[in-house]
């Protein structure tokens, strides 16, 4: 790495050191290992089951399989005689029992509140000796769980080799594991290859109902998960696994969550031998995502249903501690991600997310998002390389379908310099139905794309509609082909301010940023309406003065200001969420930099170094505006607007300058004056978008 | 560990021929974007971001009991469970005639949350849900507090006019206070309408059978009925059956030892039987003219 783009990295880590990533995931655990991959994903076993568990109340059974159909009732009957005569009463208890691989346990129709597992915990167990987590939890070892299994968990399943537990209902709902939210976790399988979770629910815990822990193999099949503080189903450092027809809802974090899913294919491009874990037929909804993926490598993600949560998916780098970032290998198809537009910050700004999990009301829809990210998205990716997106449906989004921004190394924890521009690269997003529901009808979203303009070979379709920027690089018709080669090493100055802004958000302190418009603000209540607007003021005035004291003789000098004006008026119009996403911003910096150009050639005659100054920048602008409305152009590491930024503060106070002296030197008649020198110094707020 | 030449992720490729010169306007753009951003970072924020998931909402583990089981039913199978009188939950009922059909009644909770979507979990402290009941018969499950009741719902129910409303858990045991159920209730006016004839509602024909060790008591007679009246079987027997009427073609399953009621209406003239199904015994004749 040549020095100059390392001293490009370091500038890129300084601004990144100000954000925490817009939508990610944590989860603090004890160190693990990612399994060595010779597992396999678990078949389901048919027959008599090994052990069984039922309530011991015979007319509550009945009446709970009266409406089964009659082979169903008729089996779940005579189970539950079996049951009476050598089954167990909770879960746990059969758990315990399994004395070898390949078990499988029936749950009948009930209600599991795993009494024995509820206490909490007593004498050597309330003792344990280890870290607390951030969470508020201990960060328990394998063998603490093991010798104290219920402090965190409802349900232990700990070192059980390919176990299978199955309710035997007709619906998922008919077997219900209630942690009450006196446990983090309802279930948790740790240690356990190969086991099948099969037709039931668990729900409301401090953390997530069914929790899979480095493991090797693992199936969750008709399973129904709700009302937990953080996730539905989290399955953590593990591969060969598959999720099926699942469902989560009422989680302040993710419905669904393959975190750091084992990391297989990190040497390979698009084309990969084996995912490692395949998830189907899901729908997870009204959570504050449908499905996160912190470190979510080789996800294979198709035929899913995400909707009306604040944010269909997302995928992240954003985290220390997960095995296998920076987050890579995610393929997303044929799914429907759609309305996820729900807004649940107001559940933090009115006090509802203080009060204890038990009394906030998730029951009746209240959700208390964990962390910060843009609602009315559809795919988010914050941090992530060769990701696939093709052939989803993505509609009525009232942000943005696809969201890409970058996260530098060192927010996850890695400080080698040359891992600091490592994310966000060969992200594909191509053949997908945007704006369009499965029956063909027409359902835009705001925004087809939001992108921070960071990271090489990233494309879109070509038929995306409105973007941001406006000119994106499209993808070829296979995979890798990208039109324009751009490779930029920080994202756009406008929408890293944003997302500064924004990150600057904390549940426990209720605080919401007030300029950030994911938190509600609106016109100019937003940052990129207020960095526009302080531009625009300090421009007219400096443009102005400039002209009335130097160019008031010249006509190509008026015309161009004028010119200028509409175009800062049109720059404030375009910072607004209607516009931004439209040519307009590109129309302001190209009469913005018009201005710049015209009166830059007056100016030269007198002053040629404020002169061809003004020039370049006004070129500068131009070259902007090509790069957001025509294409990106390729080979430069930063964009034009950091440039015209940078260059446009100096000008400002160059031109101050040359304004205030414009005067005494008319006073000196032709007394030959050296021109100023730019004061290289105090460099003003507007770092932003300095048009 | 599989290699692949296709992916050059941490060696990127160099820039090794950029002209020298470059330096100088690198680093000060460096300089002044980093005092930029600090004054920004520093103004516009307040403090620094870290690179954890910030705290978030605690994840306090609820403890304690909800309340005490006891022995006690709440007369439907119910069981109670005890809660100290102090924070209890509590409602009251008010109704009125609907100007269509039938009443509106409201039900007022304090202490207590609907919760629709949980109905079949744990019990949790001050949530669930309300049944009602007209004279001791049940009537519907409600979610809100509002709901319509149809005279219609009355009729079928055998009429009556004491509306109570009771509070239940999620797992459906009654919440009490001093070992009685919480409860509220009302008494239906009479509808302001014509839409409901005041007959309708008129007393029912009530037939109590008992099915003991292949017994039937009392000895199967003929009940007389008057055409269009309602009809209520109650029925118990010590195992488990089903009861049938013939003609209206009603069934009811007979959960052993416990009292099934079936309600209809005799819209039609004729002599009909009714019978268990399993054990074949003749209850009683009904004669409706």
């Known amino acids: ?336 991600i759609h309305d996820n537009n729900a807004d649940y910050y107001p559940n933090v700004a009115d006090g509802t997310c203080a009060k204890p999990p038990v009394d906030r009301g998730y029951e009746k829809g209240v959700v208390c998002p964990q962390i910060s990210m843009p609602p009315g998205s559809g795919i988010i990716t914050a941090g992530g390389n060769w990701n696939l997106y093709e052939n989803n449906w993505i509609y009525g989004q009232r942000r943005a379908a696809f969201v890409l921004t970058a996260v530098p190394a060192f927010i996850r924890g890695e400080g080698a310099l040359s891992k600091q521009a490592d994310t966000s690269h060969h992200n594909r997003y191509a053949g997908n139905h945007l704006g369009e529901d499965k029956a063909g009808n027409s359902r835009p979203n705001r925004t087809d794309v939001w992108w921070d303009g960071q990271g090489e070979d ?51 302190a209720r605080r919401l940023p007030a300029g950030c418009d994911w938190y509600g603000a609106r016109g100019i209540e937003r940052i990129e309406v207020q960095v526009a607007l302080a531009v625009a003021v300090v421009l007219v005035l400096v443009g102005g003065v400039l002209w009335r004291r130097r160019l008031r003789g010249s006509r190509l000098a008026a015309v161009a200001t004028v010119l200028g004006v509409i175009g800062l008026g049109l720059d404030v119009a375009g910072s607004t969420m209607g516009l931004a996403a439209t040519y307009v911003p590109a129309l302001a910096l190209l009469l913005t930099g018009l201005w710049w150009t015209g009166i830059g050639l007056v100016l030269r005659r007198e002053r040629p170094r404020l002169g061809w100054t003004t020039v370049v920048l006004g070129a500068l602008t131009l070259l902007d505006a090509v790069d957001k409305a025509v294409f990106m152009i390729p080979w430069i590491p930063l964009s034009p607007a950091w440039v015209r930024g940078l260059l446009g503060v100096v000008w400002v106070v160059w031109a101050v300058i040359a304004a205030a002296r414009h005067g005494e030197r008319e006073a000196q008649a032709s007394d030959p004056a050296p021109d100023s020198v730019p004061a290289s110094a105090p460099a003003p707020v507007h770092e932003g978008d300095a048009s | 560990m599989k290699r692949s030449p296709m992916r050059p992720r941490a060696a990127r490729p160099l820039r090794t021929n950029r002209p020298p010169r470059a330096a100088r306007p690198v680093a000060a753009v460096v300089a002044v974007l980093t005092v930029g951003a600090l004054v920004l970072g520093a103004s516009a924020c307040g403090g620094r971001a870290t690179t954890h998931h910030k705290p978030g909402t605690s994840h306090e583990q609820a403890g304690g009991s909800v309340g005490r089981l006891l022995a006690a039913d709440d007369g439907a199978g119910n069981r109670l469970r005890q809660v100290d009188a102090e924070g209890a939950p509590g409602v009251t009922v008010t109704v009125r005639p609907d100007s269509e059909d039938g009443w509106n009644v409201h039900l007022s909770v304090r202490n207590f949350t609907f919760t629709p979507d949980s109905v079949g979990g744990a019990a949790l402290l001050g949530r669930g849900h309300a049944r009602l009941f007209l004279d001791g018969h049940p009537l519907a499950r409600v979610y809100g507090s509002w709901f319509h009741l149809p005279a219609s719902l009355v009729r079928t129910a055998g009429g009556g006019t004491g509306l109570t409303a009771r509070l239940y858990a999620d797992d459906h045991t009654a919440w009490a206070v001093n070992s009685a159920p919480v409860q509220a209730t009302a008494s239906l006016a009479a509808p302001s309408t014509a839409a409901t004839a005041p007959g309708e509602a008129r007393p029912d024909t009530t037939v109590e059978i008992v099915v003991s060790h292949g017994r039937v008591s009392p000895d199967p007679g003929r009940t007389e009925i008057r055409k269009g009246r309602t009809v209520r079987l109650r029925v118990r027997s010590d195992r488990a059956d089903t009861l049938h009427v013939h003609g209206y073609d009603k069934e009811a399953r007979l959960p052993a030892g416990k009292t099934v009621t079936l309600t209809f209406t005799a819209d039609r003239s004729g002599l009909f039987e009714v019978e268990t199904h399993e054990s074949d015994l003749l209850l009683t004749q009904l004669v409706v003219r």
């Open chain 1, 1 to 336: 790495m040549s020095w100059t783009r390392r001293l490009l990295v370091v500038l890129a880590a300084l601004v990144a050191a100000l954000l925490a990533a817009p939508a990610a995931q944590a989860h603090e655990e004890r160190p693990v290992t990612l399994p060595d991959g010779t597992g396999s994903v678990p078949v389901y076993r048919t027959g008599e089951p090994d052990l069984l568990v039922c309530k011991s109340d015979r007319a509550d059974f009945e009446r709970r399989v009266s409406g089964f159909p009659e082979g169903l009732r008729t089996r779940n009957l005579k189970l539950f005689d079996r049951c009476r005569k050598s089954g167990y009463r909770h879960l746990q208890q059969a758990v315990d029992a399994v004395d070898r691989p390949g078990m499988n346990i029936a749950v009948l129709p009930g209600l599991y509140e795993e009494e024995p597992s509820l206490p909490k915990p007593t004498g050597e167990c309330a003792r344990l000796k280890a870290p607390n987590s951030q969470l508020g939890y201990q960060i328990l070892s394998y063998a603490q769980q093991a010798r104290c299994p219920h402090n965190q968990n409802l349900v232990a399943i700990l070192g059980k080799k390919d176990l299978q537990i199955e309710g035997t209902g007709a619906e998922r709902t008919d077997v219900v594991v209630d942690a009450k939210y006196q446990k983090l976790n309802a279930i948790r399988a740790d240690g356990s290859d190969g086991i099948y979770f099969r037709n039931f629910t668990a729900q409301r815990t401090t953390f997530n109902s069914l929790y899979v822990l480095a493991q090797d193999g693992f199936v969750i099949d008709s399973v129904l998960t709700r009302w937990n503080d953080e996730y539905g189903f989290l399955t953590f450092a593990s591969d060969h696994g598959l999720y099926k027809n699942c469902e989560s809802y009422g989680n302040g974090d993710s419905g669904i969550y393959p975190g750091s899913a084992s990391n297989i294919n990190d040497t390979y491009g698009y084309d990969v031998p084996r995912y490692s874990i395949e998830i189907t037929g899901c729908r997870s909804h009204h959570n504050m995502v449908g499905y996160s993926g912190t470190a979510g490598d080789s996800v294979y993600v198709h035929d899913n249903e995400f909707d009306h949560n604040m944010g269909g998916a997302s995928m992240d780098s954003a985290f220390p501690g997960h095995p296998g970032l920076p987050q890579n290998h995610a393929r997303f198809e044929r799914n429907l």
């Open chain 1, 458 to 508: 990233n494309c879109w379709q070509a038929d995306a509609g409105p973007s941001s920027p406006r000119a994106l690089p499209t993808c070829g018709a296979e995979r890798g082909a990208v039109s324009g080669r751009t490779d930029r090493l920080v994202g756009e100055p406008v929408k890293l301010a944003q997302l500064l802004v924004c990150a600057d958000y904390n549940v426990q």
